[in-house]
């Protein structure tokens, strides 16, 4: 991905690996999604993900992969970004997380070393889970291949374990629960109510325009953050979910009043867990909790399915550890040669 002309060759793998430069990421995508569930692996590691992201965010397709080949399969891969002399993971705040997709611990730190190996004049990767062994990997890469690295915190991500959980409302405080089954019935009270879990299978544009809409009348589309504020994060939001969708694992929870939807869910459900993309609300019927409303269907859903956890994603905002109080501590990282020039 980045390799300097006067560098050195990168040293050799281990004998029976082979190392792979992939610039059309499509061209790999079968053996790529076949090691994510070989490996359990979260939404946001496949290749599907990932051509959303470049075709929203890098329309030049500067995004390209690295593959360890080794045994007639393949073991690992990450793909990076290449911004001038710098390499970079294609993340941005629409990330949740970011990692090296590897069947077991010693593939991924074989593939760390190697992306060191090829000179990088400047690595940067965010959001790295700090309990998953992408971040480790790469510090033992650095340290050996003599590059300086600095570490920082970018998030705090929620999520609700829902190992032994039978019902939803078993995992909310009693003042919570008695507050959302009281906002229930006062919805019930003002009109038609209507709780739906679509897989978009019809309509499904049409349902994602609705939610954006409900989306933009918060305090988001007023501070420019709205998925429908940039035409690439609209663009990248409406992909993902038709990806989701053809997968089987999109689920847009969604709460109607009066045939009016008032707050939704975007989800990603499979095995690995239930993903909380977006969600959103009309600001209007704040008074009701609607959004909590729609995450306790949405949890019914995982639970239904058997999904290990609930991911809130994102950052620890109050109203997300009202949920949980256990996080998961995503860092940056970024490694430059201990020279001059780094």
């Known amino acids: 991905?980045?390799?300097?002309?006067?560098?050195?060759?990168?040293?050799?793998?281990?004998?029976?690996?082979?190392?792979?430069?992939?610039?059309?990421?499509?061209?790999?995508?079968?053996?790529?999604?076949?090691?994510?569930?070989?490996?359990?692996?979260?939404?946001?590691?496949?290749?599907?993900?990932f051509s959303a992201?470049?075709?929203a965010f890098t329309p030049e397709g500067r995004l390209g992969a690295i593959a360890l080949q080794g045994g007639g399969r393949l073991r690992a891969i990450v793909p990076l970004v290449r911004h001038g002399v710098a390499t970079s993971s294609p993340t941005n705040e629409h990330?949740?997380?970011?990692?090296?997709?590897?069947?077991?611990?010693?593939?991924?730190?074989?593939?760390?070393?190697?992306?060191?190996?090829?000179?990088?004049?400047?690595?940067?990767?965010?959001?790295?889970?700090?309990?998953?062994?992408t971040l480790d990997a790469f510090r033992a890469a650095a340290g050996a291949a003599g590059y300086r690295a600095v570490e920082r915190v970018e998030l705090r991500s929620p999520y609700v374990s829902l190992d032994g959980i039978e019902e939803p409302d078993a995992m909310l405080e009693r003042k919570m629960r008695k507050e959302l089954r009281r906002c229930r019935r006062r919805l019930e009270e003002s009109g038609s109510l209507e709780i739906a879990v679509d897989p978009g299978r019809d309509d499904l544009d049409a349902l994602l325009a609705e939610a954006f809409a409900v989306e933009g009348l918060q305090?988001?589309?007023?501070?420019?953050?709205?998925?429908?504020?940039?035409?690439?994060?609209?663009a990248f939001y409406l992909d993902v979910a038709r990806w989701a969708a053809s997968r089987g694992t999109l689920r847009l929870v969604n709460l109607r009043l009066d045939g009016r939807m008032i707050a939704f869910e975007l989800d990603i459900l499979d095995p690995s867990g239930l993903y909380s993309l977006k969600a959103g609300f009309d600001p209007e019927q704040a008074r009701f909790s609607p959004g909590h409303l729609v995450a306790l269907a949405a949890i019914a859903e995982g639970l239904a399915a058997g999904a290990p956890t609930y991911e809130l994603l994102g950052d620890a905002e109050p109203y997300k550890m009202r949920w949980t109080e256990t996080t998961r501590e995503m860092r940056s990282f970024e490694a430059s040669p201990g020279t001059a020039a780094g």
């Open 1 to 49: 991905m980045s390799a300097a002309d006067d560098s050195p060759p990168p040293a050799a793998a281990s004998p029976w690996s082979l190392i792979e430069v992939v610039h059309d990421i499509e061209t790999i995508a079968s053996d790529w999604d076949a090691l994510a569930d070989r490996t359990g692996a979260d939404p946001f590691c496949r290749p599907g993900w």
């Open 53 to 55: 992201w470049m075709r």
């Open 95 to 133: 990330t949740p997380r970011f990692r090296i997709l590897g069947e077991d611990p010693a593939a991924v730190s074989e593939l760390a070393a190697i992306v060191l190996r090829l000179r990088q004049r400047r690595l940067s990767l965010a959001p790295l889970d700090v309990e998953e062994g």
């Open 219 to 234: 305090w988001k589309g007023e501070g420019g953050t709205a998925i429908t504020s940039s035409p690439q994060t609209h």
